[in-house]
């Protein structure tokens, strides 16, 4: 299993993580806008180059992770982080409310099945960690998971307790799980939520359902306190990343996620020697039809 790349956005495993320090702007003296975006396509590149190793490495598969309050900007940073990425290496599941079908079994059942295959990158836009955010605010929600007991003392902990055996089970297996919390103030998102008022090409966006959710905010960040402070571990490590300035977050999310491949020593695997062997006689065939 590897280690998480250091960072100042990295949640430490000793339970001292406070949502109320966590900054939510980009620091003093960062880079600016246009700095930002060479940043963004250097890393954006080096993904792409990264990508094409993994997927003949074949030994490891990546999983990224991404939560955060509405409009905190978790599709347009997987967008942008992503883009130069061969698409059939990379795969993005979107996470909603449960089917039917998925509230018939237990909570982990939903992501499981859309695991990143060895060689490729998988991205959860919202994942398993609602079932300990979003139900944990609307607790009422477990009602329709019909499950044989609920003790609503105990149930959030040993969710979280479940999600860090999972965490652990997919990273000795091969996959690198890398967490995101972009972590957009409230001030922010009220801005960012007006903006999709004003313009009439982004009113889908809005609902009346993120302004009622806006009232539960003390809630929620309790929620993300306790769920950030249970699961980030070296080897399934949350990053809290500042999301008021999109530029900002969206550079700190691809450089981290390049550190991480390029700890993992990915190489294009060698020929067989037997077919090695032969290589010469191949070349003189081809250049004949060539010819």
């Known amino acids: 299993m590897f280690e998480a790349v250091d960072s100042p956005y990295l949640v430490l495993s000793d339970g001292s993580f406070s949502v109320a320090r966590q900054p939510t702007g980009k620091p003093k003296g960062a880079p600016g806008k246009k700095q930002l975006k060479a940043r963004l396509a250097s890393a954006t590149k080096r993904l792409s180059e990264l990508q094409r190793a993994l997927y003949a490495h074949d030994r490891y598969s990546v999983l990224l992770v ?27 599941f979107s ?52 499950l044989p007991v609920v003790d609503e003392a105990a149930i959030w902990q040993e969710r979280l307790e479940s999600i860090r055996d999972h965490e652990k089970h997919l990273a000795r297996n091969g996959t690198v799980v890398l967490k995101f919390w972009l972590n957009v103030s409230r001030e922010e998102q009220c801005q960012r939520f007006i903006a999709r008022l004003d313009d009439p090409e982004k009113n889908w966006k809005f609902a009346v359902s993120d302004c009622e ?40 999310v691809a450089e981290l996620i390049v550190e991480t491949l390029e700890r993992l020593g990915l190489e294009y695997p060698a020929p067989d020697p037997n077919d090695r062997s032969r290589f010469s006689r191949m070349r003189e065939l081809l250049e004949k039809d060539r010819s």
Not at 69 to 81: C, N, P, Q
Not at 106 to 130: A, K, M
Not at 214 to 234: C, F, K, P
């Open 66 to 92: 991404f939560q955060a309050m509405d409009a905190a900007g978790k599709d347009s940073t997987i967008r942008a982080v992503l883009t130069g990425v061969n698409p059939a290496g990379c795969q993005v």
């Open 95 to 146: 996470f909603k409310q449960p089917s039917k079908e998925e509230l018939d079994h237990d909570f982990l059942w939903r992501t499981c099945r859309n695991l990143p295959e060895r060689g490729r990158i998988g991205v959860f836009n919202r994942s398993y960690y609602e079932e300990v955010l979003v139900v944990r605010v609307h607790p009422e929600v477990l009602e329709s998971q019909r």
């Open 213 to 252: 959710e806006r009232q539960l905010w003390d809630q929620y960040m309790v929620a993300y306190e306790d769920a950030l402070n249970a699961t980030s571990r070296s080897w399934a490590p949350w990053y809290a990343i500042p999301a008021d300035s999109k530029p900002y977050m969206r550079t700190v």
